[in-house]
Protein backbone atom coordinates (compact mmCIF):
# COMPACT_ATOMS: atom_id res chain seq x y z
CA UNK A 1 0.00 0.00 0.00
CA UNK A 2 0.88 3.77 -0.36
CA UNK A 3 0.19 7.09 1.27
CA UNK A 4 0.08 8.80 -2.11
CA UNK A 5 -3.68 8.65 -3.12
CA UNK A 6 -2.66 8.61 -6.98
CA UNK A 7 -1.06 4.98 -6.39
CA UNK A 8 -3.35 1.51 -6.35
CA UNK A 9 -2.20 -0.64 -4.26
CA UNK A 10 -1.02 -4.10 -5.29
CA UNK A 11 -3.04 -6.09 -7.14
CA UNK A 12 -4.36 -9.61 -5.33
CA UNK A 13 -6.03 -12.21 -7.12
CA UNK A 14 -9.34 -12.11 -4.72
CA UNK A 15 -9.31 -8.94 -6.28
CA UNK A 16 -10.83 -9.88 -9.21
CA UNK A 17 -14.40 -10.43 -9.89
CA UNK A 18 -15.01 -13.82 -10.62
CA UNK A 19 -18.51 -14.68 -12.77
CA UNK A 20 -19.88 -17.29 -14.20
CA UNK A 21 -20.44 -17.23 -18.19
CA UNK A 22 -21.17 -19.80 -20.05
CA UNK A 23 -19.03 -17.12 -22.99
CA UNK A 24 -16.03 -17.49 -20.37
CA UNK A 25 -13.99 -20.07 -22.08
CA UNK A 26 -9.92 -20.92 -23.27
CA UNK A 27 -11.81 -21.09 -26.77
CA UNK A 28 -12.73 -17.55 -26.62
CA UNK A 29 -10.73 -14.91 -27.19
CA UNK A 30 -10.70 -11.28 -25.85
CA UNK A 31 -8.45 -8.85 -27.29
CA UNK A 32 -7.09 -6.04 -24.89
CA UNK A 33 -5.48 -3.16 -25.98
CA UNK A 34 -3.64 -1.33 -23.82
CA UNK A 35 -2.46 -4.00 -21.99
CA UNK A 36 0.95 -3.02 -21.04
CA UNK A 37 -0.05 -1.10 -17.72
CA UNK A 38 -3.12 0.80 -15.54
CA UNK A 39 -6.43 -0.55 -17.09
CA UNK A 40 -5.68 -1.90 -19.78
CA UNK A 41 -3.15 -4.74 -17.53
CA UNK A 42 -5.99 -4.82 -14.90
CA UNK A 43 -8.75 -6.13 -17.62
CA UNK A 44 -6.53 -8.01 -19.03
CA UNK A 45 -5.64 -9.55 -15.49
CA UNK A 46 -9.33 -10.01 -14.68
CA UNK A 47 -10.74 -11.57 -18.05
CA UNK A 48 -7.95 -14.17 -17.91
CA UNK A 49 -8.86 -14.60 -14.28
CA UNK A 50 -12.70 -15.49 -15.78
CA UNK A 51 -11.17 -18.36 -18.11
CA UNK A 52 -10.64 -16.17 -20.70
CA UNK A 53 -8.35 -16.83 -23.30
CA UNK A 54 -6.78 -13.46 -23.48
CA UNK A 55 -4.58 -11.21 -26.23
CA UNK A 56 -2.74 -8.30 -24.47
CA UNK A 57 -1.88 -5.76 -27.37
CA UNK A 58 0.23 -2.60 -26.88
CA UNK A 59 3.14 -0.64 -28.33
CA UNK A 60 5.08 -1.07 -24.87
CA UNK A 61 6.86 -4.59 -25.36
CA UNK A 62 8.11 -4.40 -21.81
CA UNK A 63 4.37 -3.29 -20.42
CA UNK A 64 3.30 -6.55 -22.04
CA UNK A 65 5.84 -8.46 -21.00
CA UNK A 66 5.50 -7.20 -17.05
CA UNK A 67 1.65 -8.45 -17.63
CA UNK A 68 2.13 -11.84 -18.16
CA UNK A 69 4.86 -11.56 -15.26
CA UNK A 70 1.59 -10.25 -13.16
CA UNK A 71 -0.30 -13.15 -14.20
CA UNK A 72 2.07 -16.02 -13.59
CA UNK A 73 2.61 -14.55 -10.02
CA UNK A 74 -0.61 -14.11 -9.23
CA UNK A 75 -1.36 -17.72 -10.26
CA UNK A 76 -4.31 -16.71 -11.91
CA UNK A 77 -6.91 -18.91 -14.27
CA UNK A 78 -6.92 -18.54 -18.11
CA UNK A 79 -4.29 -17.23 -20.23
CA UNK A 80 -2.70 -14.35 -21.62
CA UNK A 81 -1.03 -13.69 -24.70
CA UNK A 82 0.59 -10.41 -26.12
CA UNK A 83 1.10 -9.39 -29.64
CA UNK A 84 2.95 -5.93 -29.86
CA UNK A 85 1.45 -3.19 -32.27
CA UNK A 86 0.98 0.30 -33.04
CA UNK A 87 -2.78 1.13 -33.20
CA UNK A 88 -1.73 4.01 -35.27
CA UNK A 89 -0.64 1.49 -38.11
CA UNK A 90 -3.15 -0.56 -40.22
CA UNK A 91 -0.59 -3.35 -40.99
CA UNK A 92 -0.17 -3.88 -37.43
CA UNK A 93 -4.04 -3.83 -36.26
CA UNK A 94 -4.83 -6.34 -38.77
CA UNK A 95 -1.57 -8.47 -37.69
CA UNK A 96 -2.81 -8.45 -33.79
CA UNK A 97 -6.34 -9.07 -35.16
CA UNK A 98 -4.73 -12.27 -36.95
CA UNK A 99 -2.71 -13.41 -34.27
CA UNK A 100 -5.43 -13.31 -31.67
CA UNK A 101 -7.93 -15.51 -34.29
CA UNK A 102 -5.18 -18.00 -34.21
CA UNK A 103 -5.62 -18.79 -30.13
CA UNK A 104 -9.72 -18.86 -30.57
CA UNK A 105 -12.29 -17.10 -31.76
CA UNK A 106 -12.54 -13.43 -30.93
CA UNK A 107 -15.53 -12.95 -28.87
CA UNK A 108 -14.68 -9.85 -26.61
CA UNK A 109 -12.85 -6.61 -27.95
CA UNK A 110 -11.84 -4.07 -25.13
CA UNK A 111 -10.48 -1.10 -26.76
CA UNK A 112 -8.48 0.70 -23.76
CA UNK A 113 -5.57 2.29 -25.17
CA UNK A 114 -5.08 6.05 -24.57
CA UNK A 115 -3.09 8.71 -24.36
CA UNK A 116 -3.29 12.29 -23.14
CA UNK A 117 -2.57 16.03 -23.72
CA UNK A 118 -3.13 19.24 -21.32
CA UNK A 119 -2.99 22.07 -23.35
CA UNK A 120 -5.43 25.14 -24.23
CA UNK A 121 -6.94 24.96 -27.50
CA UNK A 122 -4.97 28.16 -28.70
CA UNK A 123 -1.63 25.74 -27.75
CA UNK A 124 -3.05 22.85 -28.61
CA UNK A 125 -0.47 20.96 -30.97
CA UNK A 126 -2.25 19.53 -34.04
CA UNK A 127 -0.03 16.81 -34.53
CA UNK A 128 -0.75 15.46 -31.05
CA UNK A 129 -4.45 15.96 -32.00
CA UNK A 130 -3.88 13.48 -35.08
CA UNK A 131 -2.20 10.85 -32.91
CA UNK A 132 -4.76 10.71 -30.25
CA UNK A 133 -7.56 10.70 -33.22
CA UNK A 134 -5.96 7.52 -34.93
CA UNK A 135 -5.32 5.92 -31.19
CA UNK A 136 -8.09 6.43 -29.58
CA UNK A 137 -11.20 6.93 -32.32
CA UNK A 138 -10.01 5.37 -35.58
CA UNK A 139 -8.32 2.35 -34.08
CA UNK A 140 -11.41 1.19 -32.32
CA UNK A 141 -13.47 1.73 -35.50
CA UNK A 142 -10.69 -0.52 -37.07
CA UNK A 143 -10.11 -3.02 -34.67
CA UNK A 144 -14.06 -3.37 -34.34
CA UNK A 145 -14.22 -3.60 -38.14
CA UNK A 146 -12.07 -6.55 -38.30
CA UNK A 147 -13.36 -8.85 -35.18
CA UNK A 148 -17.23 -8.19 -36.14
CA UNK A 149 -16.82 -11.25 -38.79
CA UNK A 150 -15.17 -13.47 -36.18
CA UNK A 151 -17.73 -12.23 -33.49
CA UNK A 152 -20.68 -12.72 -35.94
CA UNK A 153 -18.66 -16.38 -36.51
CA UNK A 154 -20.59 -19.86 -34.46
CA UNK A 155 -23.30 -18.43 -32.82
CA UNK A 156 -22.78 -15.28 -33.19
CA UNK A 157 -22.13 -13.70 -29.44
CA UNK A 158 -19.81 -11.14 -28.97
CA UNK A 159 -19.58 -8.04 -27.21
CA UNK A 160 -17.11 -4.91 -28.04
CA UNK A 161 -16.30 -2.83 -24.54
CA UNK A 162 -14.78 0.88 -24.91
CA UNK A 163 -12.85 2.95 -22.40
CA UNK A 164 -14.94 6.10 -22.26
CA UNK A 165 -14.60 8.78 -19.23
CA UNK A 166 -16.98 11.30 -17.33
CA UNK A 167 -15.05 13.56 -20.49
CA UNK A 168 -17.76 11.59 -22.77
CA UNK A 169 -20.64 12.92 -20.46
CA UNK A 170 -19.03 16.66 -19.87
CA UNK A 171 -15.48 18.34 -20.65
CA UNK A 172 -12.98 19.71 -18.47
CA UNK A 173 -10.60 22.74 -19.89
CA UNK A 174 -6.96 22.21 -21.63
CA UNK A 175 -7.86 18.63 -23.01
CA UNK A 176 -9.85 19.60 -26.19
CA UNK A 177 -8.79 16.74 -28.00
CA UNK A 178 -9.39 13.89 -25.25
CA UNK A 179 -12.97 15.79 -24.84
CA UNK A 180 -13.98 15.02 -28.48
CA UNK A 181 -12.10 11.13 -28.68
CA UNK A 182 -14.49 10.07 -25.51
CA UNK A 183 -17.63 11.92 -26.68
CA UNK A 184 -16.64 10.21 -29.82
CA UNK A 185 -16.00 6.66 -28.48
CA UNK A 186 -19.98 6.81 -27.34
CA UNK A 187 -20.96 7.42 -30.67
CA UNK A 188 -19.16 4.40 -31.85
CA UNK A 189 -20.38 2.32 -28.97
CA UNK A 190 -24.08 3.00 -29.96
CA UNK A 191 -23.15 2.55 -33.82
CA UNK A 192 -22.19 -1.25 -32.99
CA UNK A 193 -25.01 -1.67 -30.95
CA UNK A 194 -27.27 -0.60 -33.56
CA UNK A 195 -25.13 -3.03 -36.22
CA UNK A 196 -25.17 -6.12 -34.00
CA UNK A 197 -28.69 -6.92 -33.82
CA UNK A 198 -28.52 -7.65 -30.17
CA UNK A 199 -26.06 -10.60 -30.77
CA UNK A 200 -22.79 -8.58 -31.03
CA UNK A 201 -23.61 -6.00 -28.24
CA UNK A 202 -21.37 -2.79 -27.44
CA UNK A 203 -20.74 -0.63 -24.38
CA UNK A 204 -19.04 1.83 -23.01
CA UNK A 205 -17.59 2.73 -19.61
CA UNK A 206 -17.33 5.93 -18.08
CA UNK A 207 -14.95 6.68 -14.98
CA UNK A 208 -13.59 9.57 -13.07
CA UNK A 209 -9.91 9.57 -12.42
CA UNK A 210 -8.31 5.85 -12.07
CA UNK A 211 -4.85 5.36 -10.61
CA UNK A 212 -2.67 4.73 -13.98
CA UNK A 213 0.33 6.35 -15.25
CA UNK A 214 -1.75 8.43 -17.38
CA UNK A 215 -3.44 10.28 -14.50
CA UNK A 216 -0.05 10.62 -12.76
CA UNK A 217 1.30 11.61 -15.96
CA UNK A 218 -0.70 14.73 -16.59
CA UNK A 219 -0.38 16.37 -12.86
CA UNK A 220 2.39 18.16 -13.76
CA UNK A 221 1.43 19.86 -16.84
CA UNK A 222 -2.28 20.43 -15.16
CA UNK A 223 -0.78 22.41 -12.51
CA UNK A 224 1.57 24.42 -15.15
CA UNK A 225 -1.16 25.07 -17.13
CA UNK A 226 -3.36 26.22 -14.32
CA UNK A 227 -1.03 27.73 -12.16
CA UNK A 228 -2.00 25.50 -9.00
CA UNK A 229 -0.08 22.91 -7.06
CA UNK A 230 0.16 19.01 -7.91
CA UNK A 231 -1.79 18.41 -4.33
CA UNK A 232 -4.17 21.08 -5.28
CA UNK A 233 -4.53 19.01 -9.00
CA UNK A 234 -5.73 15.99 -7.08
CA UNK A 235 -7.48 17.70 -4.46
CA UNK A 236 -9.32 20.49 -6.10
CA UNK A 237 -9.84 19.44 -10.13
CA UNK A 238 -9.52 15.86 -9.71
CA UNK A 239 -11.77 14.92 -6.68
CA UNK A 240 -13.21 18.21 -6.17
CA UNK A 241 -16.74 17.38 -8.24
CA UNK A 242 -16.48 13.89 -6.80
CA UNK A 243 -18.64 12.85 -3.86
CA UNK A 244 -16.76 10.05 -3.31
CA UNK A 245 -13.09 11.07 -2.83
CA UNK A 246 -11.13 8.14 -3.89
CA UNK A 247 -9.86 7.71 -7.22
CA UNK A 248 -10.86 3.81 -8.90
CA UNK A 249 -8.11 0.80 -8.60
CA UNK A 250 -7.66 -0.25 -12.23
CA UNK A 251 -8.31 -3.51 -11.09
CA UNK A 252 -12.39 -2.23 -10.23
CA UNK A 253 -12.19 -1.07 -13.61
CA UNK A 254 -11.39 -4.50 -14.79
CA UNK A 255 -13.87 -6.17 -12.60
CA UNK A 256 -16.76 -3.84 -14.73
CA UNK A 257 -15.26 -4.60 -17.68
CA UNK A 258 -15.76 -8.76 -16.67
CA UNK A 259 -19.21 -7.87 -15.88
CA UNK A 260 -20.27 -5.77 -19.05
CA UNK A 261 -19.10 -8.61 -21.56
CA UNK A 262 -20.49 -11.52 -19.22
CA UNK A 263 -24.38 -12.76 -19.89
CA UNK A 264 -25.14 -10.50 -16.78
CA UNK A 265 -25.25 -7.29 -18.79
CA UNK A 266 -27.21 -9.35 -21.94
CA UNK A 267 -29.59 -6.11 -21.47
CA UNK A 268 -26.63 -3.56 -22.02
CA UNK A 269 -26.81 -2.70 -25.17
CA UNK A 270 -25.16 0.70 -26.53
CA UNK A 271 -25.06 1.75 -22.93
CA UNK A 272 -22.86 4.15 -20.75
CA UNK A 273 -21.97 2.67 -17.41
CA UNK A 274 -21.13 5.83 -15.55
CA UNK A 275 -18.80 4.96 -12.64
CA UNK A 276 -17.83 8.44 -11.41
CA UNK A 277 -18.37 8.41 -7.57
CA UNK A 278 -21.08 11.28 -8.10
CA UNK A 279 -18.77 13.81 -10.12
CA UNK A 280 -21.22 14.43 -13.33
CA UNK A 281 -24.61 14.01 -12.16
CA UNK A 282 -24.44 15.80 -8.30
CA UNK A 283 -23.74 19.16 -7.18
Known sequence: ???????????????????????????????????????????????????????????????????????????????IHTVAGDLTDDDDIETVVEQAAELGRITFLANIAGLQTVAPIEEFPMEQYDLMQEAMLRAPLALTKQCLPHMRAGDGVG????????????????????????????????????????DV???????????????????????????????AVVEDVMLGEARIKEMMDPVEVGNVFAMGFSQHARHLDGGDLLFDGGYTLTY
Open 1 to 79: MTDDPTQPPELEAEDILVLDDPYFTSENVALVTGGASGIGRATALALAHNGLTVVATDIDEDGLDRTVENHTELDLDGA
Open 159 to 198: AVGNMCSIHGHYVTRDKVAYNMMKFGLRGLTQSIAAEGDG
Open 201 to 231: RAFSFSTAYVKTPLVTNQIEDTAESRDISEE
